[in-house]
C-alpha cells in the first residue's frame, strides 16, 4: 500500500478523534446546562462560553475535515452510509444547523432580550440531539446492520440504524461530551466554591458516563454483537481499556486540585482510549455490512492519484492550520489566565 | 394526497439548500473586504467613526460566516444523502477542490476567531491581518467550490469506458475547461452583489437621516465595491458566454431560447418560450447579434436545441427567464455603478442627493436576485445531466422513497433561518446608535 494511503487513513481517524474531543466539549457545554439548577445555569453559561468562545468555529471544522476524507477518499463507504443512515444522518444535521446558529446569534444580537432564552434552549436541545445522532450513526457503523440488499423500505433504512445498540451508543455519546465539557469547565473555575461545584457536577457526569457504557455492553450482548469480543479480545483493546480506566481513577483522585491541564489530557486520554478499543478490532474494516462482505478501508480506497493528491492536500492543509489553530488556542488561554474578559 | 416525485423533490431541496448558501457565503466571503477597507482607514487616520463601522460589520459577517458555515457543512452531507450514485463516482474525481476548501474555511474559521475576539489584544496590523485573511480564505473557499461545480458542466480528468470511470487524475479535473470562466463570473458577482445589497441598506439609513456620518462612511466604501464589480461583470460574462457556446452549446441554446439553428443567429430579447411549438412569443430579435455575442463575429453560425437529442434537451422556459433576469439586473446595476462613479468624480453633488441614495436602496436585491438568475441557469441549463454528457441526473438521485418530507422540512428550516437573520440584521442596524456609531465623529468635533 503505497504511503499516501497511510496518511489519508490516519488523518481520517485524527479527524474523528478531534471531532470528538473539541466539537464533543463543545456540545458537551450545551449538555451540562441540562444537569445546572436555575440558580446556577448563568455563571455555568458564562465558564462555557470562555472555555470555548473564540475556538467553537474552528473546533466544528474537524466533521467537515472527516466528511470531505470519507467521500474523495472512501466514495462507497461515503455513499453506504448517506443511503442506509440517511434518516439518523438528516437529524444530525437539523441539530447542526439548530445549534449552530442558535449560538452564534445568542452571541450576536444586538437587543439582549427574552429572545436569549429562546436561543439558549434551542442551543440546550440541540446539543443534546446533535451527539446523539452523531452516536447512532457511529453505533450503527458498527452494528452491522446495515444491508444493501434489503428488500424494503423498513430493513434498508431504519432497522438499518434503529436498534437498542445504536440508541445505546448514542445516548453514550451525549454523556460522554458532557463529561469531557464538565472536565475542561473545572479547569476554568475562578473562585474555590466555583470549582468544588464544577467538581461536583463532573462526577455527576462521569457516573452517568460510565453507567451510558455499560448500557452499551449491555445492548450488544442482548443483539448480539460480539462488542466484549472486539475490545477485551485482543491485547491493543485490554491495554487501552485498562489504561482508561486507570487514568479515569487518577482524575477521580485529582479532580479536587489537580491542575487543570492535567485533567483535560486526562479526559481527552480516556476518549482517544475508547476510540482505539473499539476501532482496533476491525482495523481495516470500517463499516460492518449485514451477511458481508465488509467494507474496508483499504479495499474501498480511492484511485491512487486521488489518494496521493488527497495526502499532499491534507499534509499541506496541516502545515496552515495546525500551527495558527495552535496559536489560537495558545493566545486565548493566555489571556484568560491574565484575566482578559473574553467578549466580542 | 399526492406526495411529490422523489427525483422532483431531491432537485427541489438541493436547489433551496445551495439557493441559501449561496447568499450566506457570498455575504461571508465579501464582507470582509469591506471590513478590511474601514479597519485600515481607522488605522490610519484614527477616525473614530470608521472603527465603529469595521465593528458594527464585523458582526454582520459573524452573523452570516454562522449560517454559511452550518448550510455548508449540511451541503457536504446532501450531495451523499441525495445523489449517492453521483457521489460514488464523483467524489474521487472532482474532490480534489474539497478537500483543498476544508484547509481554507478551516482557516477562515481560525482567522474569525482571531479577528472578532482580538480587539485591544493583539498588535494593531496583526488584527487587521486577520480579518484580511477572513476575506481571502473565504474568497479561495469560494473559488474552490466553483471548480467543483465547473467539473460538473466539463468533466475532465478521468475516461469514461463502458460505463466505467478510469484514469482518475483529481488535479486535471480542478482545472477542468470551465473553472476560470465560472470562478472569475462567480466571484465578481458575490463582490457586486454583496456591495449593492450592503451599499443600499446603508442608502436607507441615510433617506431616514440617522447617524449620517456613520452611514455615508459604510455607504460609500460598500458602494465603490459594488459598483466597480458590477462594471466589470459584463466583460466576465462575455468571457463566459463565448466558453458555454464552445463548451456547451445546448445550455447556450436554452438560455437564448434558440430552438433551431441559426446562421447567423439573432439575440432573442424577453419573450416566453413555448417549448411545445418550439416558438418564442412576444420576443425582440436583433438579428446577428447572438451570433457575434458567442462566437465573436456576426454570420457564424449557433446550433440551436434541433441539433441535440431529445433526450438530451435542457428544459428552455426556465434558463431562458433566469437568463434574461439576470442579465436584466446586471445591465439596470451597470448603470447605477456607471452614475455613481460620474458622481465619485465629476459630480460632487449627486453624492448629496436624495435620488441617488433612492436609486441605491432600490437595488439593495438586484444583486443577490442576479445572483440567483444565474445560478438557475447554470444548474437547469445542464439539465437532464449531472455530470454534463456522462451521467443523467435521474440516475443519481438516492434510491430512498419519501424524500418530498425531507424537502418540507428542509423548506421550513431554511426559510425559519432566513427569517431570523433579517430580523438579526434589522435589530443589528437599529441598535447602530447605541453600540456602534458612540463616539461622535471627528469630522463633526
Known amino acids: 500500500m503505497p504511503f499516501m494511503s497511510y496518511v489519508v487513513i490516519a488523518y481520517l481517524f485524527l479527524a474523528i478523534l478531534l471531532y470528538l474531543l473539541l466539537g464533543g ?320 | 394526497m399526492d406526495v411529490m416525485d422523489d427525483f422532483l423533490a431531491a432537485r427541489s431541496q438541493m436547489a433551496l439548500s445551495l439557493g441559501f448558501h449561496i447568499v450566506y457565503s457570498c455575504i461571508g466571503m465579501v464582507m470582509p473586504f469591506f471590513m478590511a477597507v474601514a479597519h485600515f482607514r481607522w488605522l490610519t487616520t484614527g477616525e473614530a467613526v470608521y472603527k465603529n463601522v469595521t465593528r458594527a460589520w464585523s458582526k454582520g459577517v459573524a452573523i452570516f460566516f454562522v449560517t454559511g458555515a452550518v448550510s455548508g457543512t449540511v451541503l457536504s452531507f446532501e450531495l451523499g444523502l441525495l445523489w449517492p450514485k453521483f457521489m460514488l463516482h464523483a467524489g474521487p474525481i472532482f474532490g480534489m477542490p474539497f478537500s483543498l476548501e476544508g484547509t481554507a474555511f478551516f482557516i477562515e474559521a481560525i482567522a474569525l476567531g482571531f479577528f472578532l475576539y482580538g480587539w485591544e489584544r493583539f498588535h494593531p496590523w496583526f488584527h487587521w491581518f486577520t480579518g484580511l485573511v477572513v476575506g481571502i480564505s473565504g474568497l479561495v473557499s469560494g473559488i474552490l467550490v466553483v471548480a467543483a461545480n465547473a467539473w460538473m458542466n466539463s468533466p475532465a480528468g478521468f475516461d469514461f469506458v463502458n460505463g466505467q470511470y478510469l484514469n482518475v487524475d483529481p488535479i486535471k479535473a480542478m482545472f477542468n475547461a470551465a473553472w476560470l470562466s465560472q470562478a472569475l463570473h462567480m466571484c465578481i458577482a458575490a463582490f457586486a452583489a454583496t456591495g449593492f445589497a450592503v451599499a443600499g441598506i446603508h442608502a436607507l439609513m441615510l433617506l431616514k437621516g440617522r447617524n449620517v456620518a456613520f452611514h455615508r462612511h459604510a455607504f460609500t466604501i460598500a458602494a465603490v465595491f459594488g459598483a466597480l464589480a458590477a462594471l466589470v461583470q459584463p466583460l466576465s460574462g462575455d468571457f463566459s458566454a463565448k466558453d458555454v457556446a464552445r463548451r456547451q452549446p445546448a445550455k447556450l441554446a436554452a438560455m437564448e431560447a434558440l430552438f433551431h439553428t441559426e446562421k447567423p443567429a439573432a439575440l432573442v430579447l424577453g419573450g416566453l418560450p413555448d417549448e411545445q411549438t418550439q416558438r418564442v412569443n412576444y420576443a425582440v430579435r436583433i438579428p446577428g447579434l447572438l451570433s457575434f455575442l458567442a462566437h465573436g463575429n456576426f454570420s457564424q453560425e449557433v446550433q440551436g436545441l434541433d441539433r441535440v437529442p431529445a433526450a438530451d434537451r435542457p428544459p428552455v422556459l426556465v434558463p431562458h427567464l433566469a437568463f434574461q433576469l439576470m442579465v436584466g439586473l446586471g445591465t439596470f446595476m451597470m448603470g447605477v455603478a456607471a452614475l455613481f462613479f460620474l458622481a465619485l468624480w465629476r459630480r460632487k453633488a449627486w453624492l448629496q442627493s436624495r435620488w441617488l441614495l433612492r436609486l441605491f436602496a432600490a437595488a439593495t436585491p438586484a444583486g443577490f436576485l442576479a445572483v440567483e438568475a444565474g445560478w438557475t441557469v447554470t444548474e437547469v441549463g445542464r439539465q437532464p445531466w449531472i455530470i454534463n454528457g456522462v451521467l443523467r441526473t435521474a440516475d443519481a438521485v438516492t434510491p430512498m422513497p419519501g424524500i418530498a418530507y425531507s424537502f418540507y422540512l428542509f423548506s421550513a428550516v431554511y426559510v425559519s433561518l432566513s427569517c431570523v437573520v433579517v430580523f438579526l440584521l434589522s435589530r443589528q442596524i437599529r441598535m447602530v446608535p447605541a453600540l456602534y456609531d458612540v463616539a461622535p465623529p471627528t469630522a463633526l468635533a
Not at chain 1, 463543545?26 to 436555575?38: A, C, K, R, V, Y
Not at chain 1, 440508541?167 to 455519546?173: I, R
Not at chain 1, 489530557?265 to 462482505?293: E, S
Open chain 1, 25 to 344: 466539549a463543545d456540545f458537551g457545554g450545551g449538555i451540562i446546562e441540562l444537569f445546572t439548577s436555575e440558580k446556577n445555569r448563568h455563571l455555568t453559561r458564562q465558564t462555557v462560553y470562555r472555555a470555548i468562545g473564540p475556538v467553537w468555529e474552528a473546533n466544528h471544522m474537524w466533521l467537515i475535515i472527516a466528511v470531505v476524507i470519507l467521500f474523495v477518499g472512501f466514495p462507497r463507504i461515503y455513499t453506504t452510509m448517506s443511503v442506509h443512515l440517511h434518516i439518523p444522518l438528516l437529524l444530525m444535521l437539523l441539530g447542526i444547523i439548530a445549534r449552530g446558529t442558535a449560538f452564534g446569534f445568542r452571541h450576536y444580537d444586538a437587543v439582549h432580550d427574552r429572545m436569549q432564552a429562546v436561543y439558549n434552549r434551542i442551543f440546550v436541545y440541540s446539543s443534546a440531539v446533535t451527539p446523539f445522532f452523531l452516536g447512532v450513526v457511529a453505533g450503527s457503523v458498527l452494528a452491522g446492520r446495515i444491508d444493501p440488499g434489503a428488500p424494503d423500505f423498513w430493513s434498508a433504512y431504519v432497522a438499518s440504524w434503529l436498534h437498542p445498540f445504536s440508541v445505546a451508543v448514542g445516548l453514550f455519546t451525549v454523556a460522554l461530551c458532557g463529561y469531557l465539557a464538565a472536565v475542561y469547565t473545572v479547569g476554568e473555575a475562578k473562585t474555590a466554591a466555583d470549582r468544588q461545584r464544577f467538581v461536583r457536577k463532573t462526577r455527576l457526569l462521569t457516573a452517568v458516563t460510565v453507567g451510558a457504557g455499560g448500557a452499551v455492553f449491555a445492548a450488544a450482548y442482548r443483539e448480539g454483537i460480539p462488542l466484549l469480543h472486539w475490545v477485551l479480545g485482543n491485547a491493543v483493546g485490554r491495554t487501552a481499556l485498562g489504561l482508561a480506566t486507570a487514568s479515569l481513577g487518577l482524575l477521580w483522585y485529582r479532580l479536587g486540585r489537580g491542575p487543570a491541564a492535567l485533567l483535560r489530557v486526562l479526559a481527552g486520554f480516556q476518549a482517544t482510549m475508547i476510540l482505539l478499543a473499539i476501532g482496533y478490532a476491525h482495523f481495516p474494516d470500517f463499516l460492518l455490512v449485514r451477511g458481508g462482505p465488509n467494507l474496508s478501508l483499504v479495499r474501498e480506497l480511492a484511485p491512487a492519484r486521488t489518494v496521493q493528491a488527497l495526502g499532499e492536500a491534507l499534509l499541506l492543509g496541516s502545515l496552515f492550520i495546525l500551527p495558527a489553530l495552535f496559536y489560537l488556542y495558545y493566545s486565548f488561554e493566555r489571556d484568560k489566565s491574565r484575566g482578559v474578559s473574553v467578549d466580542g
